[in-house]
Each structure stands twice: as structure tokens, then as C-alpha cells.
């Protein structure tokens, strides 16, 4: 446990010496080891204290076990002193007391060289969280640890339940730890430029993992697109005065009479910074600058997920080429019209890639419905591409058509796919078949079927594929596929055997209330069901809805509010009756922008 005294006026040091040596044996006496006209600093095996002369309030951290805790409040209370508790499901005292701390620039700055360094992660949260970018300026430059990573230190963690990874970044706080970067080396440039040798802290600053769905970005919101374009520009100007530096330091190292004189070459310093990057035709050329300096330049990008749209077939290339091979996990390449002839360009640049997991071709213009001999040897080639891929896990061919090819294309793939997107494919009865027997289903982790008419000659293959597949299915998508009440209830039996399923889509079919009624009742005993996103009932439109409604129909039609609240009220009732207030059901489709392969 924790305890936070926060002392409102001068405290004699000396009963807490006496406290921490009778009382809690495997401590040692205090030390100061700060004394200035802004106050003292001390810290003792897991004790801060910050003792200023005037106005900033005393504050103190000291981690206590057991029975050692209510000593310790009992005197601190009879000495004066205010003990301060909050719920552990909140935030720890320890945490209350860096929030605190954060708050008073002007007295970190001058503290912070003698604060332990384990301490820094915590400060870092509450600053982050509580805006305080002067303080996290601070902390960035000074960084201790080798690896400063947004995913550590934004989770939920011992003293503060509060993911800020799963919220939408701060612009503010982001820039200023970039900031915080650039001045880092920027001080560590100048010292080489004085011949002045220092060790190299901060190596890697890991920004993946920030959310970004794409909707809803406010104005203290940064997108991916946006953190993309800052870090591209940083890299720019870190670049730029690495080079008038190095001529500066070139003639000092040349000597001021003879060219014969030469001072040792400077230790090279550098931070790499793992990232997602988002680049359109907008971003592209500050993009490109900065990654054609990554080798040389102090600030160096090390992109993971790599997300392009609307780029021509060139620039795309040009990007590929130049992103390190070893650290790209996922591609994604959308909107860009590529169609075939495109892929077969793009692909080949792909293989360098050797732990690519996750490749997303959706909306790339593929049609195989009426291919040309020509085109025969473009998708033959496509497929080989394909399979040079060892690594592949996710695949996304989502809005191609691709009518009867599925088993050329997916046939001769090296390992299992454990996610696999085919929205709005034009999918052939075949090509379910050809699925449910392939290697790829038992090993089945996300399925998106969307936009296939599953109410039809796809039905029973499907069926098929689910009960194959319900091992390991965990996130199911056939939103938009024309099922009605009575194709839903042939599906019940193979759904309700996806005893691991956590997610489920069924938004822009045309289904009752009795139908949806049905649904929540037999998948009741899914219990890792957590969301199901489902549509308007179609007895909640108005009545000249046409029958059978298309998915349009149903997206564009009127309906009925208050006859939507009671359906929705009694669904939420059902859930509370049977005890399952855990599972989500609702009609938002933003819940399903949030979801990812890499986080099932």
C-alpha cells in the first residue's frame, strides 16, 4: 500500500527518520539529497519527499506492507499531518500525489534530477493525462530508460485504472513528446559539437497502439494521418540541423591551422520510433522526405502498420521501398483503384516483408468475373504473390469480386489464415465450400461475410462453414446479407456451437422482433458474447417498407423511434432477467470500428 502525507507547513524530519527506523527495520535513515533556496529533495528506499521552503504543500510517497500501514497513518495523523485515501479501484495515493506533483512546473524542473527514475512512468500518466505538456516536455528530455512506449505507459496499470490507449490521443500531449524527442537530440547534437561525450538515454520511442477509428476526431483529437505528418516534419527538421551541425563540427575536427589535425569522431546518437503511419496523396511528399533520410538521420521512422489510400501505383512503391522490412506487420493499401494489373505491380515488393501478418487489399477494383487470357496470368501471378507471403495471417479482399476464384486464390497459401475479410465478394457456392474444407477454418479467429447474399444458394454452405469453424470463430460479420427470421433460425443451431465467440454482426438484415427476440434467447449461453451489433427490427419501419427489403431499403428507411425504445428496452430486460448485463447488444456501428484482428 501506499500512504500520501501532504503537510501544510514546515515538518521536523527528524520522528519520521525515527518512524522509518523502528518501525519499518529494513529502511534506512533519510537523506537528504537536495538542499537549495526552493527546498529540499530526499529519498530513502521508496521514499520522495519535496520539502519547499514556501508555497508548494510537502509531499511524500512511502510504500508500507501489511501491519507497517496503520502505524504509519496513526503518526502521521498525531503528527499533523493530512493522510490522504482514495478507492483502490480508482487511483492509487501514489498516483493522486504525481498529479500533484505535475502541476508545479517551475518545482519539478528544478527537482527533477533527483527524482528516481522509477518514478517516471507514473508521472508521465498523470501528466499526460492531466495536460500538463510543460512537465511532460521535461520528462521526455530526460527520459531515463532506454524505451519510452505509449503502450506501457497509457494502459491501466497498479495506480491508475484509467486506459488513456484506449481513448482518442491528445494533440497536445503527443506533439510535446515529440517535441520532447527533437529537443533530446537536439541537446545531444550540440554536446557532440563540443566534444561533449554523454551516454545515450532514450533509444526507441514506441507510439504504436494510439486509437484511431476514423470517426469523431475532435480538435483535441490527433488522428493517425496527423501524428503521421508531425512525425514526418520532426524528421525533416532533426535531419536538417544534423546537417549543419556536422559541417560545423567537420571544420572544428579539421583544426584551425592544418588539416592534419584531427579530433576523434563523435559517438553517433539516435531514436527510433516505432509507428503506424497513414499517408494519402495529401501526405505523401512529406512522408517521402522523411523516410528517404531514415537511414542517416538521428529520428528514425520504423513503421509497423502501414495504411495508404488513393495513391497511385508508383508512390505506393516508392513508400514500400522504403520502409524498414523487418518491422512491418500489417499493410493496408485502400481506395486505390489498382485492380489487378496494379496488385501485380505492388505484390512483389511485398515479399521483403518477412513478418508481415495482416495484408488489407479491400476496395482495390478486382473483378475475375470476366477475365481475359491476359488477366488469367494476372490473378495466377496474384495468388503466387500470395503464397510467398509465410507470415500472412489476415487477409482482407473486401468489395472484389471474386465469384468462383476463392480456392485459386487462397489454395496455395503456406500457413492457415486466421482472419479473413470478403465483404461484398460476389461469393459462389463453391467458393463457401471450397472454405469450409480448406486449411484456413479450423484455425478461424474473424470471418467477415458481408454484403453476400447468404439468404439463398449460400446458406447451406455456410452453415457448413460455421459449424466447421465454431472452435475457434471469435468475431463472426454477415451484416447486409438478406437473412430473414427463418434463414436466422437455421443458422442458430451451428451459431450456438461458437462457444468461444465474442462478437457478432448481423446490422442490415431484415429481421423482426420475434426474429431478434430469438436470437438474444439462443445465444444466451455463448458467454463470451460481449457485442452484438443488430439492425432496426423491420417491424419498426414505417409500413410502406418494401418486401422483401434490400439492404438500402433498410438503411434509408424511416423508423419508428418510440417503437424502436420498447424493443430495445425489452432486449435490455432480457439481458438483465438472464443475468448477462456483460453482453453488449446495440444498433451503433461505431462499436464496430474499434475492433481488430490484433486484439482478439
Request: with cysteine; proline share 5%.
Amino acid at each position: 500500500m501506499v500512504v500520501v502525507i501532504n503537510l501544510h507547513k514546515r515538518f521536523d524530519l527528524g520522528p519520521l527518520r525515527y518512524l522509518l527506523s523502528s518501525h519499518c527495520s529494513n529502511y534506512l535513515p533519510w537523506v537528504p539529497i537536495d538542499t537549495s533556496h526552493q527546498g529540499v529533495v530526499a529519498w530513502q528506499a521508496g521514499v520522495l519527499a519535496f520539502y519547499p521552503c514556501t508555497g508548494f504543500p510537502a509531499l511524500f510517497f512511502h510504500c508500507l506492507a501489511g501491519s507497517q500501514t496503520a502505524e504509519a497513518e496513526q503518526w502521521f495523523c498525531e503528527a499533523g499531518a493530512l493522510a490522504c485515501c482514495l478507492p483502490a479501484a480508482m487511483h492509487s495515493l501514489v498516483f493522486l500525489c504525481a498529479q500533484k506533483v505535475v502541476s508545479h512546473h517551475s518545482t519539478v524542473r528544478g527537482a527533477l534530477e533527483f527524482i528516481p527514475k522509477e518514478l517516471y512512468p507514473v508521472l508521465f500518466k498523470a501528466a499526460f493525462m492531466d495536460k500538463r505538456t510543460l512537465v511532460l516536455q521535461d520528462l521526455v528530455q530526460t527520459w531515463p530508460f532506454p524505451v519510452l512506449s505509449f503502450q506501457k505507459l497509457l494502459r491501466k496499470c497498479q495506480h491508475c485504472d484509467r486506459a488513456l490507449l484506449q481513448e482518442k490521443p491528445n494533440k497536445l500531449c503527443v506533439q510535446t513528446v515529440i517535441l520532447g524527442v527533437v529537443a533530446y537530440l537536439n541537446e545531444a547534437l550540440e554536446d557532440r559539437l563540443h566534444s561533449q561525450s554523454k551516454r545515450q538515454r532514450l533509444q526507441v520511442l514506441d507510439m504504436t497502439g494510439l486509437q484511431d477509428d476514423g470517426i469523431d476526431q475532435g480538435p483535441e483529437s490527433m488522428s493517425l494521418w496527423s501524428r503521421t505528418v508531425t512525425l514526418a516534419k520532426a524528421c525533416i527538421d532533426v535531419s536538417k540541423h544534423q546537417s549543419k551541425c556536422t559541417k560545423r563540427t567537420s571544420k572544428r575536427r579539421k583544426g584551425p591551422y592544418s588539416s592534419s589535425v584531427a579530433l576523434p569522431p563523435p559517438q553517433p546518437v539516435a531514436v527510433e520510433v516505432h509507428v503506424d503511419l497513414f499517408v494519402n496523396s495529401t501526405s505523401y511528399g512529406v512522408l517521402k522526405d522523411a523516410l528517404q533520410n531514415n537511414a542517416n538521420s538521428m529520428l528514425r521512422l520504423k513503421c509497423r502498420d502501414f495504411r495508404a489510400e488513393e495513391l497511385p501505383i508508383a508512390s505506393t512503391v516508392g513508400l514500400l521501398e522504403f520502409l524498414d522490412p523487418t518491422g512491418v506487420r500489417q499493410v493496408d493499401l485502400r481506395f486505390n483503384n489498382l485492380g489487378l494489373s496494379g496488385l501485380r505491380v505492388i505484390l512483389p515488393h511485398m515479399a521483403k516483408f518477412t513478418n508481415l501478418v495482416s495484408l488489407k487489399l479491400p476496395y482495390s477494383n478486382i473483378d475475375v468475373r470476366r477475365l481475359s487470357a491476359g488477366m488469367e496470368g494476372s490473378l495466377h501471378y496474384f495468388a503466387t504473390q500470395l503464397s510467398r507471403l509465410s507470415c500472412l495471417k489476415e487477409l482482407n479482399l473486401g468489395s472484389s469480386r471474386l465469384s468462383g476464384k476463392l480456392r485459386q486464390l487462397l489454395g496455395d497459401l503456406q500457413g492457415p489464415l486466421e482472419s479473413l475479410e470478403l465483404a461484398f465478394c460476389y461469393l459462389l457456392p463453391n467458393d463457401l465450400a471450397y472454405l469450409s474444407q480448406s486449411l484456413h477454418t479450423p484455425t478461424l479467429k474473424k470471418l467477415d461475410l458481408s454484403g453476400n447474399n447468404l439468404s439463398d444458394s449460400l446458406l447451406q454452405p455456410f452453415q457448413h462453414l460455421l459449424e466447421e469453424a465454431s472452435s475457434s470463430l471469435l468475431h463472426l460479420d454477415i451484416m447486409e446479407c438478406r437473412l430473414m427470421d427463418i434463414h436466422l433460425e437455421s443458422l442458430l443451431p451451428a451459431l450456438c456451437r461458437c462457444s468461444q465467440l465474442r462478437y457478432l454482426g448481423v446490422f442490415g438484415n431484415p429481421l423482426s422482433t420475434r426474429g431478434l427476440k430469438n436470437l438474444l434467447q439462443r445465444t444466451m449461453g455463448l458467454l463470451y458474447l460481449q457485442l452484438v451489433i443488430y439492425p432496426y427490427p423491420v417491424d419498426c419501419y414505417s409500413e410502406n417498407l418494401p418486401w422483401p427489403p434490400t439492404s438500402s431499403n433498410l438503411l434509408n428507411g424511416s423508423v419508428d423511434e418510440e417503437k424502436f425504445s420498447r424493443v430495445s428496452a425489452e432486449l435490455q430486460q432480457m439481458l438483465l432477467t438472464a443475468s448477462r448485463t456483460d453482453a453488449v447488444w446495440t444498433t451503433n456501428l461505431c462499436r464496430h470500428n474499434t475492433l481488430d484482428y490484433f486484439n482478439l
